[in-house]
């Protein structure tokens, strides 16, 4: 399987909404609602924002929030704030060889 | 509070071997599954591998099958990964990540450890 496709980079100003979308395919987004997203600050470990297509772990800010349709899933961040500038991959459970895949990521830029 | 901290990582020639640790603490270890997944430098994340609770189910990424095992000792609140035949595209930073409220997930991270293959 490939990697999931997201657009390499996305910006918006403080208080503006942003979407990144992860395409897929009909063995891995288009067959399962197990897509995850995932936050990467420079040198720190990744961190689980939404799983499950669109539920938040414990903790993480409602102006995350996701979506799926298709083969495609959606990541939409609300009322940007400087520390939401980071990485973000898209990640689904596909099944067969690999089960799970990832995006290529994301590069969120807050103007 | 969930604990993971990876260890063992460093630099090994082509076609050497290493072995990755990752001590879990927080948490009764035994009753989740378990993954490593790299991040070559500046690149992206990949899946690596993936084990069950009780060790009895594994899978692997294609490009490490037959060189990479993947293990545990629930006694000990530990996950191991064995890496053989090193390659340069090995290097990375190797995760342990262990799954949350959805078996599918990856919720909880340790800080990583570097990887370096080269000669």
């Not at chain 1, 940007?80 to 939401?84: G, I, K, T, V």
């Given at each position: 399987q490939s990697a999931l496709t997201q657009p390499a980079s996305v910006s918006g100003s403080p208080g503006q909404s942003i979407t990144i979308s992860c395409t897929g395919t009909s063995s891995d987004l288009g067959s399962y609602n197990l897509v995850s997203w995932y936050q990467q600050h420079p040198g720190k470990a990744p961190k689980l924002m939404i799983y499950e297509v669109n539920k938040r772990p414990s903790g993480v800010s409602n102006r995350f929030s996701g979506s799926k349709s298709g083969h495609t899933a959606s990541l939409t961040i609300s009322g940007?704030?400087?520390?939401?500038e980071a990485d973000y991959y898209c990640c689904s459970y596909g099944g067969s060889s690999p089960p799970w895949v990832f995006g290529g990521g994301t590069k969120l830029t807050v103007l | 509070e969930v604990q993971l901290v990876e260890s063992g990582g460093g630099l090994v020639q082509p076609g050497g071997s290493l072995r990755l640790s990752c001590a879990a603490s927080g948490f009764t270890f035994s009753s989740y599954e378990m993954h490593w997944v790299r991040q070559a430098p500046g690149k992206g994340l990949e899946w690596v591998s993936y084990i069950s609770g009780s060790g009895t189910t594994i899978y692997y990424t294609d490009s490490v099958k037959g060189r990479f095992t993947i293990s545990r000792d629930n006694a000990k609140n530990s996950l191991y990964l064995q890496m053989n035949s090193l390659r340069a595209e090995d290097t990375a930073i190797y995760y342990c990540a262990r799954v949350g409220n959805s078996a599918y997930d990856f919720h909880y991270w340790g800080q990583g450890t570097l990887v370096t293959v080269s000669s």
């Open positions: 940007l704030q400087a520390e939401d | -």
